[in-house]
Protein backbone atom coordinates (compact mmCIF):
# COMPACT_ATOMS: atom_id res chain seq x y z
CA UNK A 1 0.00 0.00 0.00
CA UNK A 2 2.99 2.31 0.80
CA UNK A 3 3.96 2.62 -3.23
CA UNK A 4 0.72 3.30 -4.63
CA UNK A 5 0.87 6.38 -2.14
CA UNK A 6 4.36 7.58 -2.98
CA UNK A 7 3.56 7.39 -6.73
CA UNK A 8 0.75 9.78 -5.93
CA UNK A 9 2.14 12.57 -3.93
CA UNK A 10 5.20 12.23 -6.75
CA UNK A 11 2.40 12.07 -9.57
CA UNK A 12 0.84 15.99 -7.50
CA UNK A 13 4.57 17.37 -7.09
CA UNK A 14 4.92 16.98 -11.08
CA UNK A 15 1.95 18.49 -12.10
CA UNK A 16 2.33 21.24 -9.50
CA UNK A 17 5.62 21.89 -11.01
CA UNK A 18 3.76 21.82 -14.16
CA UNK A 19 1.61 24.43 -13.47
CA UNK A 20 3.76 26.56 -11.81
CA UNK A 21 6.26 26.50 -15.23
CA UNK A 22 3.41 27.04 -17.03
CA UNK A 23 2.21 30.03 -15.35
CA UNK A 24 5.30 31.83 -14.96
CA UNK A 25 6.74 31.17 -18.62
CA UNK A 26 2.51 32.89 -19.89
CA UNK A 27 3.48 35.55 -17.56
CA UNK A 28 7.21 36.24 -18.77
CA UNK A 29 5.60 35.57 -22.29
CA UNK A 30 2.41 38.33 -22.15
CA UNK A 31 4.74 41.26 -20.56
CA UNK A 32 8.48 40.58 -22.43
CA UNK A 33 8.94 43.52 -25.13
CA UNK A 34 10.28 41.50 -27.72
CA UNK A 35 7.15 38.65 -27.43
CA UNK A 36 4.54 38.81 -30.79
CA UNK A 37 1.48 39.59 -28.24
CA UNK A 38 3.22 42.61 -27.21
CA UNK A 39 4.28 43.57 -29.93
CA UNK A 40 1.25 43.97 -32.22
CA UNK A 41 -1.89 44.60 -30.84
CA UNK A 42 -2.12 48.31 -32.48
CA UNK A 43 -4.81 49.48 -29.41
CA UNK A 44 -2.37 48.75 -26.45
CA UNK A 45 0.51 50.58 -28.32
CA UNK A 46 -1.77 53.90 -29.11
CA UNK A 47 -3.27 54.00 -25.34
CA UNK A 48 0.61 54.02 -24.36
CA UNK A 49 1.33 57.37 -25.64
CA UNK A 50 -1.60 58.47 -24.46
CA UNK A 51 -2.92 59.87 -27.83
CA UNK A 52 -6.25 57.79 -28.48
CA UNK A 53 -8.16 54.76 -28.20
CA UNK A 54 -7.77 54.01 -31.99
CA UNK A 55 -5.74 51.57 -33.99
CA UNK A 56 -4.34 55.27 -36.25
CA UNK A 57 -4.70 58.67 -33.74
CA UNK A 58 -4.62 61.96 -35.61
CA UNK A 59 -2.60 63.30 -33.14
CA UNK A 60 0.25 60.67 -33.05
CA UNK A 61 3.22 61.55 -34.43
CA UNK A 62 5.89 59.95 -36.82
CA UNK A 63 9.41 60.59 -37.35
CA UNK A 64 8.59 62.54 -40.62
CA UNK A 65 5.05 65.03 -39.55
CA UNK A 66 7.48 68.58 -39.25
CA UNK A 67 4.80 69.50 -41.88
CA UNK A 68 1.70 68.37 -40.39
CA UNK A 69 3.26 69.77 -36.94
CA UNK A 70 3.79 73.15 -38.35
CA UNK A 71 -0.01 73.35 -39.44
CA UNK A 72 -1.83 71.42 -36.60
CA UNK A 73 -2.65 73.64 -33.94
CA UNK A 74 -5.27 72.67 -30.91
CA UNK A 75 -5.48 75.92 -29.27
CA UNK A 76 -7.61 77.37 -31.83
CA UNK A 77 -11.31 75.76 -31.20
CA UNK A 78 -13.22 75.09 -34.27
CA UNK A 79 -16.39 75.85 -32.67
CA UNK A 80 -17.65 79.61 -31.60
CA UNK A 81 -18.40 80.14 -28.02
CA UNK A 82 -19.05 83.00 -26.05
CA UNK A 83 -15.90 82.87 -24.35
CA UNK A 84 -14.07 82.09 -27.45
CA UNK A 85 -16.29 84.59 -30.00
CA UNK A 86 -13.96 88.03 -29.45
CA UNK A 87 -12.10 88.69 -32.58
CA UNK A 88 -8.99 90.07 -33.23
CA UNK A 89 -9.33 93.30 -35.10
CA UNK A 90 -6.65 91.80 -37.74
CA UNK A 91 -9.38 88.34 -37.90
CA UNK A 92 -12.53 90.53 -38.00
CA UNK A 93 -11.68 92.62 -41.10
CA UNK A 94 -10.38 89.84 -42.69
CA UNK A 95 -13.73 87.67 -42.29
CA UNK A 96 -15.87 91.00 -42.96
CA UNK A 97 -13.66 91.10 -46.11
CA UNK A 98 -14.65 88.04 -47.36
CA UNK A 99 -18.24 88.76 -48.58
CA UNK A 100 -17.92 92.44 -48.48
CA UNK A 101 -20.06 93.55 -45.98
CA UNK A 102 -19.69 97.13 -45.99
CA UNK A 103 -22.19 98.32 -42.95
CA UNK A 104 -21.88 95.35 -40.19
CA UNK A 105 -24.41 95.26 -37.34
CA UNK A 106 -22.28 95.50 -33.72
CA UNK A 107 -20.97 91.52 -33.54
CA UNK A 108 -20.57 91.53 -29.66
CA UNK A 109 -24.20 92.26 -29.68
CA UNK A 110 -25.15 89.85 -32.41
CA UNK A 111 -23.33 87.02 -30.66
CA UNK A 112 -25.09 87.83 -27.46
CA UNK A 113 -28.39 87.17 -28.91
CA UNK A 114 -27.36 84.35 -30.92
CA UNK A 115 -26.46 82.38 -27.76
CA UNK A 116 -29.84 83.45 -26.02
CA UNK A 117 -30.85 80.88 -28.88
CA UNK A 118 -28.51 78.43 -28.95
CA UNK A 119 -26.95 76.75 -26.62
CA UNK A 120 -23.35 78.07 -24.84
CA UNK A 121 -21.47 74.78 -24.86
CA UNK A 122 -17.64 73.95 -25.04
CA UNK A 123 -17.87 70.80 -27.24
CA UNK A 124 -15.54 67.99 -28.20
CA UNK A 125 -12.34 68.38 -26.01
CA UNK A 126 -12.76 65.19 -24.32
CA UNK A 127 -9.81 63.68 -26.24
CA UNK A 128 -7.15 61.33 -24.29
CA UNK A 129 -6.67 57.93 -24.78
CA UNK A 130 -9.87 56.62 -23.79
CA UNK A 131 -11.63 57.88 -26.68
CA UNK A 132 -11.69 56.54 -30.54
CA UNK A 133 -13.82 58.89 -32.20
CA UNK A 134 -14.52 57.80 -36.15
CA UNK A 135 -15.19 60.28 -38.71
CA UNK A 136 -16.99 60.08 -41.99
CA UNK A 137 -16.63 63.74 -43.93
CA UNK A 138 -18.39 63.08 -47.05
CA UNK A 139 -17.86 65.55 -49.97
CA UNK A 140 -20.09 65.98 -52.86
CA UNK A 141 -18.37 64.68 -55.58
CA UNK A 142 -19.89 62.32 -58.73
CA UNK A 143 -17.33 59.94 -57.86
CA UNK A 144 -19.55 58.72 -55.07
CA UNK A 145 -21.73 57.06 -57.67
CA UNK A 146 -21.74 53.38 -58.36
CA UNK A 147 -19.44 53.28 -55.19
CA UNK A 148 -21.67 51.39 -52.72
CA UNK A 149 -19.78 53.05 -49.76
CA UNK A 150 -23.10 53.35 -47.54
CA UNK A 151 -22.60 51.47 -44.84
CA UNK A 152 -19.06 52.03 -44.32
CA UNK A 153 -20.11 55.81 -43.82
CA UNK A 154 -23.12 55.06 -41.61
CA UNK A 155 -20.68 52.74 -39.61
CA UNK A 156 -18.32 56.04 -38.02
CA UNK A 157 -19.68 57.94 -35.19
CA UNK A 158 -19.99 61.51 -36.77
CA UNK A 159 -21.23 61.53 -40.33
CA UNK A 160 -20.25 65.00 -41.38
CA UNK A 161 -22.40 66.38 -44.92
CA UNK A 162 -22.87 70.12 -46.63
CA UNK A 163 -24.86 71.92 -48.47
CA UNK A 164 -27.70 70.58 -50.81
CA UNK A 165 -26.13 66.97 -50.46
CA UNK A 166 -29.16 64.49 -50.64
CA UNK A 167 -29.18 61.29 -49.32
CA UNK A 168 -32.53 60.26 -50.34
CA UNK A 169 -32.57 57.59 -53.30
CA UNK A 170 -28.20 57.55 -53.12
CA UNK A 171 -28.03 55.76 -49.47
CA UNK A 172 -26.03 52.59 -51.31
CA UNK A 173 -23.28 54.97 -52.51
CA UNK A 174 -23.32 57.51 -49.99
CA UNK A 175 -25.03 56.31 -46.38
CA UNK A 176 -27.88 57.38 -44.95
CA UNK A 177 -27.39 58.84 -41.29
CA UNK A 178 -26.41 62.45 -40.82
CA UNK A 179 -24.69 63.58 -37.52
CA UNK A 180 -23.60 67.13 -38.48
CA UNK A 181 -24.18 69.17 -41.97
CA UNK A 182 -22.20 71.92 -42.59
CA UNK A 183 -23.88 74.91 -44.36
CA UNK A 184 -24.07 78.69 -44.74
CA UNK A 185 -27.19 80.73 -45.59
CA UNK A 186 -26.96 80.51 -49.40
CA UNK A 187 -26.69 76.80 -49.32
CA UNK A 188 -29.08 76.42 -45.82
CA UNK A 189 -31.91 73.27 -45.96
CA UNK A 190 -34.14 71.61 -43.83
CA UNK A 191 -32.68 69.03 -41.22
CA UNK A 192 -34.17 66.67 -38.79
CA UNK A 193 -34.17 67.42 -35.03
CA UNK A 194 -31.49 64.65 -34.14
CA UNK A 195 -28.38 66.22 -36.79
CA UNK A 196 -26.34 69.08 -35.44
CA UNK A 197 -26.61 72.04 -38.23
CA UNK A 198 -22.84 73.78 -38.06
CA UNK A 199 -23.25 77.19 -39.61
CA UNK A 200 -20.36 78.57 -41.70
CA UNK A 201 -20.33 82.42 -41.22
CA UNK A 202 -19.04 84.67 -43.79
CA UNK A 203 -20.50 87.90 -42.02
CA UNK A 204 -22.01 89.21 -39.17
CA UNK A 205 -25.35 89.13 -41.20
CA UNK A 206 -25.05 85.30 -41.24
CA UNK A 207 -25.04 85.03 -37.61
CA UNK A 208 -28.24 87.58 -38.38
CA UNK A 209 -29.23 85.12 -40.51
CA UNK A 210 -29.57 82.02 -37.72
CA UNK A 211 -30.85 83.83 -35.14
CA UNK A 212 -34.13 85.10 -37.35
CA UNK A 213 -34.44 81.77 -39.07
CA UNK A 214 -34.94 79.67 -36.03
CA UNK A 215 -37.16 82.50 -34.97
CA UNK A 216 -38.60 85.17 -36.54
CA UNK A 217 -37.66 84.42 -40.16
CA UNK A 218 -36.86 88.20 -40.65
CA UNK A 219 -34.11 88.02 -42.67
CA UNK A 220 -34.62 87.04 -46.41
CA UNK A 221 -31.96 88.24 -48.33
CA UNK A 222 -28.31 88.64 -47.78
CA UNK A 223 -26.31 89.18 -51.17
CA UNK A 224 -29.20 86.77 -52.66
CA UNK A 225 -32.45 85.73 -51.63
CA UNK A 226 -32.12 83.01 -48.80
CA UNK A 227 -34.83 80.97 -46.88
CA UNK A 228 -36.40 82.93 -44.46
CA UNK A 229 -36.99 80.00 -41.97
CA UNK A 230 -35.71 76.56 -41.91
CA UNK A 231 -36.48 73.01 -40.00
CA UNK A 232 -33.64 72.45 -37.39
CA UNK A 233 -33.81 71.99 -33.20
CA UNK A 234 -31.93 74.96 -32.23
CA UNK A 235 -30.41 73.04 -29.54
CA UNK A 236 -28.15 71.00 -32.07
CA UNK A 237 -26.96 74.45 -33.84
CA UNK A 238 -22.90 74.75 -33.74
CA UNK A 239 -21.22 77.85 -35.39
CA UNK A 240 -17.56 77.49 -36.82
CA UNK A 241 -15.52 80.14 -35.62
CA UNK A 242 -14.22 82.69 -37.66
CA UNK A 243 -10.55 82.38 -35.64
CA UNK A 244 -10.58 78.92 -36.98
CA UNK A 245 -12.11 80.09 -40.37
CA UNK A 246 -8.84 82.06 -40.81
CA UNK A 247 -6.08 79.75 -39.05
CA UNK A 248 -7.35 77.47 -41.75
CA UNK A 249 -7.00 79.91 -44.56
CA UNK A 250 -3.58 81.29 -43.48
CA UNK A 251 -1.65 77.66 -41.89
CA UNK A 252 -3.13 74.61 -44.22
CA UNK A 253 -4.07 76.84 -47.25
CA UNK A 254 -1.27 79.30 -47.05
CA UNK A 255 -3.27 82.16 -48.75
CA UNK A 256 -4.63 80.32 -51.69
CA UNK A 257 -8.13 81.02 -53.15
CA UNK A 258 -10.22 83.83 -51.27
CA UNK A 259 -11.13 81.61 -48.83
CA UNK A 260 -11.61 77.96 -48.34
CA UNK A 261 -14.50 75.84 -49.87
CA UNK A 262 -17.08 74.38 -47.32
CA UNK A 263 -15.67 71.02 -48.31
CA UNK A 264 -12.15 71.22 -47.23
CA UNK A 265 -13.51 73.43 -44.00
CA UNK A 266 -15.39 70.35 -42.98
CA UNK A 267 -12.31 68.36 -43.57
CA UNK A 268 -10.86 70.44 -41.04
CA UNK A 269 -13.89 70.22 -38.37
CA UNK A 270 -13.30 66.36 -38.48
CA UNK A 271 -9.19 66.50 -38.64
CA UNK A 272 -9.32 68.78 -35.55
CA UNK A 273 -12.63 66.84 -33.43
CA UNK A 274 -11.87 63.36 -34.41
CA UNK A 275 -9.25 60.30 -33.53
CA UNK A 276 -9.80 58.65 -37.01
CA UNK A 277 -10.92 60.27 -40.44
CA UNK A 278 -12.27 58.77 -43.31
CA UNK A 279 -12.65 60.69 -46.52
CA UNK A 280 -15.62 60.28 -49.20
CA UNK A 281 -16.21 62.05 -52.30
CA UNK A 282 -13.56 64.34 -53.03
CA UNK A 283 -11.31 65.02 -55.91
CA UNK A 284 -13.13 64.58 -59.32
CA UNK A 285 -14.07 60.85 -60.76
CA UNK A 286 -12.12 58.27 -62.30
CA UNK A 287 -13.11 59.81 -65.92
CA UNK A 288 -11.15 62.92 -64.79
CA UNK A 289 -15.17 64.68 -64.51
CA UNK A 290 -15.73 67.14 -61.56
CA UNK A 291 -19.51 66.86 -61.00
CA UNK A 292 -22.10 66.11 -58.08
CA UNK A 293 -23.17 63.03 -57.36
CA UNK A 294 -26.79 63.79 -57.95
CA UNK A 295 -26.12 65.94 -61.47
CA UNK A 296 -25.44 64.69 -64.91
CA UNK A 297 -21.66 64.70 -65.67
CA UNK A 298 -22.22 67.67 -68.59
CA UNK A 299 -22.42 69.94 -65.47
CA UNK A 300 -18.79 69.38 -64.72
CA UNK A 301 -16.59 71.63 -63.80
CA UNK A 302 -19.25 72.92 -61.54
CA UNK A 303 -17.35 73.22 -57.78
CA UNK A 304 -13.99 72.92 -59.03
CA UNK A 305 -13.25 76.64 -60.27
CA UNK A 306 -15.79 79.26 -58.74
CA UNK A 307 -13.58 82.17 -58.74
CA UNK A 308 -13.06 82.07 -54.30
CA UNK A 309 -11.40 78.27 -53.84
CA UNK A 310 -7.70 76.73 -55.20
CA UNK A 311 -9.87 73.44 -55.58
CA UNK A 312 -6.33 72.48 -56.96
CA UNK A 313 -4.08 73.34 -53.67
CA UNK A 314 -6.89 72.01 -51.49
CA UNK A 315 -6.74 68.35 -52.73
CA UNK A 316 -3.10 68.74 -52.93
CA UNK A 317 -3.51 69.37 -48.96
CA UNK A 318 -5.74 66.93 -48.79
CA UNK A 319 -3.78 64.20 -50.08
CA UNK A 320 -0.65 65.07 -48.47
CA UNK A 321 -2.89 64.72 -45.26
CA UNK A 322 -3.66 60.87 -46.54
CA UNK A 323 -0.39 60.15 -47.30
CA UNK A 324 1.01 60.77 -44.06
CA UNK A 325 -1.81 58.39 -42.66
CA UNK A 326 -4.05 61.32 -41.13
CA UNK A 327 -7.10 60.46 -43.09
CA UNK A 328 -7.90 57.64 -45.63
CA UNK A 329 -9.19 58.83 -48.69
CA UNK A 330 -11.81 56.63 -50.59
CA UNK A 331 -11.84 57.80 -53.94
CA UNK A 332 -14.73 55.97 -55.33
CA UNK A 333 -15.21 55.51 -59.41
Given at each position: ?11 L ?18 W????R ?29 A ?46 E ?14 G ?20 Y???I??S ?36 N ?12 D ?10 G ?6 V ?57 F ?17 S ?5 T?V ?7 K ?17
Amino acid sequence: MKLPKWRKLRTLALLFCAITVTTFLFTFTFWDPSSRFYKHPFHLLASSKGQCACQQCMTELEDDDAWFTERFNLSVHPLMTRDNSALSDDTFNWWQWLQSESRPANFSEVVDELFQVIPDEVLYMDAGPERCRTCSVVGNSGNLKGSQYGRLIDSSHFIIRMNQAPTAGFEEDVGSRTTHHVMYPESAIDLDNATMLVLIPFKTLDLQWIISALTTGTVKYTYVPVKSRIKANKDNVLIYNPTFFKYIYESWLEGHGRYPSTGFLSLMLAVHICDEVNVFGFGADQAGNWHHYWEDNLLSGAFRHTGVHDGDFEYKVTQLLADKHKIQMFKGR
